[in-house]
């Protein structure tokens, strides 16, 4: 627009393009456009800020730059409404940098962005100025209510912050960090640390009571999003239960999100499900007669015990998109086949896909190379018993051609190990009903196709001295067999190893090293970082849903009586489990994908290599296309880093950039901030190593544990979550053995998950592998600031357009009939790391983000 050609006052008239988002029918967004009037002071009230002091007073000018005559100009079919206000900019109030907003009515809003137009000075961007908003926007009448802030585009380096900003930038971040003091209320935008004392309910029933995690020796873990909520009354550590769990509210799910996760929705439903179990079946116990009956999940339908009304009533509104009355006496629950049983039907049965999915299933990130023989436990032997294993030499070499050093020599024995993770927890497990445990090993041979042999499981348990009878260590080694014995006895052991499998991925490569180990690094983000920040704009999308997931599972998965805790082995101990694994297992710099193949022994560093590795197993489906990924993001995040930090002194001396990392390590990851291998960050190298690690964790690493869950555990019998009875052969009774000689295929169906158990955990499985409408996939999406800088755009574009080349590549090789891992008569081909996808269940798409 043009100046008001006035000489003495050469203002210039700009217009504000205000966005802002509504929603039909009400809900969550509701009213947010009605108040809107045409007078300013009935809308919102908008101040521009600038860049320079105003250099009579050495203070701040924006804010006596208002806007005026708000109005609406449009509505679209985004759900967007459009508004326009008018400012007079004098000439020397110098580059608009800012942006403050006051919600003058009576209901929040969502500010999407806001435009300035109109500029004639090449200062502004070449006549327009663009500010990203997406935030809530509390009532001026709210207790809660301040100015809110919001920052052009353009980003800063603390250090290069205009003079007029730097108080503003001051400001947001200590208004977001709070006091620590007080229960957080679901308006508010807090983000603040706690300890996970919230997973148990003690004031319903001591029997509910979970040890804190986090803050001890004892039980170490990352951190969590405080709440503070007041404390039960039976247990002062632990915080009281609630029905919902504070987030800061831009982390709350979109509209869409949110539609789509309610219409297979676990949020509220199985919370009620869970209480009202009782009410629902007669027997949480009874499982599933005989394998025809798993089948007709998929076909008939499973056919729910009578329910009153009260009980139907919380089953379809919980499960409504797998629910379905079919008449008045009649509800069935009905599933999709997964992928992997519509293809090949007896699928699950394979000792080759068994081998197979260590490699390209839903938890590539267990299987190591064994270098170390004989297998020897480091648990103390006079409370376990006797370290060696059970597995000798003669077992091995009877199956392959060879030595057992040999093989070894030439890397192509591999493990499964959950001995000693798992041991320590038999015994306590043993005394809850309706479960067992061992610790177990599982060894494969690599063949001359490529793919892995499985040789022989080891299930042990401990010597136990207590209500268990006192019994002597007890240890067995099955193999593959022709005789029909031993055969069902290795399918019976398979399916412990699974159950163990299911456990440790759920529980670790999943939640403990995705979902939680991120949470701190959500916060420090928004605690530390500016919104300016060019290290907060590359992060934001990686952040993006996190911690509205994670509250979630707070509610209902993890926590005591959750779902975790009714369907998984560990039960009770599940997330003690967790944290125990989060204690031995867990570092920062393993979590980069080559640091983890070379740890495992799965990579070995080559320069002559593609990536710079050479994979001791070439079919790794998993790793090779992971690399891609991995090195797709690094390149991206190098190019970005570099623009922004030409040396290593910017980043030596940016306080924000070093207080996020301190605080991550001190507080986020508080536990563990003693130990040595925590990065330092002084140079470029260190920065493009831990936010290529985060990325990386956030995006790629969450969805190849994430996307393939109903694919390969929607038929459980494929990745049972829980085993219910101890091996046919560990101290039977004439009965029992002569039950399992008489009958081994019910032996083995009475292992598997009850009932309610195996179609609780399909609800879960089904509802976490589905992509909501509004994901954003990594490449996919540019960040407004990133487009704003011709350099870091078309460094962007570079990324976007390798991760087109990955989706080629990665179909090719699906393609390739040489590779027997991704390629076979009745195989699903391994898609979980193509970067893109639609809504649903497709097995494949890398968010951002960990979104669900």
Known sequence: MASSGNKKAESERVKAIIVTLKQNGGGIISGVVDGFHELVGKTLALELVSNDLNPKVNSEKGTTIKGYNVQKTNENENNEVIYEALFEVPPEFGEVGAILVENEQHEELFLKSIVIDGFNNNNNNNGSLNFTCDSWIQPKSSDKASKRVFFSNKSYLPSETPKGLRKLREQELVEIRGNGEGERK???????????????DPDTNIQLKRPVLGGSKQYPYPRRCRTGRKHSHKDPLSEKRSLSFY????????????????????SSGVSAILQSLDAIFTDLNLGFPSFEDIDSLYKEGYELPPLN?????????????????????????????????????????SDEEFARETLAGVNPYSIQLIKDWPLRSRLDPQVYGPPESAITNEVIESQINGTVEQAIIEKKLFMLDYHDLLLPYVTKVREIEGTTLYGSRTIFYLTSKGTLKPLAIELTRPQMNNNNGGKLQWKSVYTPSSSSTELWLWRLAKAHVLAHDSGVHELVSHWLRTHASVEPYVIATNRQLSAMHPIYRLLHPHLRYTLEINALARQVLISASGVIELSFSSQKYSMELSSKAYDQLWRFDLQA??????????????????????????????ANDGLLIWNSLKQWITDYVTHYYPNQSTIQSDEELQSWWNEIITIGHGDKSSDPWWPNLNTQNDLIHILTTISWVSSAHHASVNFAQYIYGGYFPNRPTIVRNKMPNEDPSLQKWENFINNPDQTLIECFPSQIQATLVMVILNLLSNHSPDEEYIGQYMEPSWGEDPIVKSSFERFSERLKEIEGIIDSRNGNIDLKNRHGAGLVPYELLKPFSGPGVTGKGVPYSISI
Request: no cysteine; proline share 7%.
């Open 309 to 349: 009304k009260s009980a139907l009533n919380i089953i379809q509104g919980t499960i409504p998109t797998f629910i379905k009355v079919v008449n008045d006496t009649k509800n069935l629950l009905r599933f999709d086949a997964p992928e992997a049983i519509k293809r090949d039907k007896f699928f699950w049965l």
């Open 247 to 266: 987030v800061p509210r831009d982390e709350k799910f979109s509209e869409t999100k949110q539609k789509q996760f309610t219409t297979t929705t676990i």
């Open 593 to 622: 994908l080559p640091n983890d193949l070379i740890h495992r022994g799965m990579a070995v560093e080559d320069p002559n290599a593609p990536h710079g590795l050479k994979l001791t197993i070439e079919d790794y489906p998993f």
């Open 186 to 200: 679901s308006k508010d935008r807090i983000y603040d640390y706690d300890v996970y004392n919230d997973l148990g």
